[in-house]
C-alpha cells in the first residue's frame, strides 16, 4: 500500500531534484524515493553494519572453504 508525503522544500532544492531525475531519466517521485531509501540505508549501515551486510544478500561460506578458495586463486 502507498502512503502520500507532501514535504516543502525550496524552489533551490526543488530545481536541483528535477534536475538529477531528468539526468537520470526518471520522475522526481522515482527519484526522491531512491534517495530516500539510500539515505535510509546509509543510516542502518551505520547503526547496524552486520544487518548492513546481511541484506545485500551476498554469497556466503564457510570460512574455511573461503579461505582455501582464496589461497587457491592467489597461488
Known amino acids: 500500500m502507498s502512503h502520500r508525503l507532501q514535504v516543502l522544500i525550496s524552489e533551490e532544492l526543488d530545481l536541483a531534484i528535477t534536475a538529477a531525475a531528468t539526468r537520470d531519466r526518471v520522475s522526481k517521485g522515482e527519484f526522491v524515493r531512491g534517495a530516500l531509501e539510500a539515505a535510509l540505508a546509509a543510516r542502518i549501515a551505520e547503526a547496524d553494519p552486520v544487518a548492513a ?18 589461497d587457491a586463486r592467489y597461488s
Open 53 to 70: 551486510l546481511a541484506a545485500i544478500n551476498a554469497p556466503t561460506a564457510d570460512i574455511d572453504q573461503m579461505l582455501s578458495e582464496i
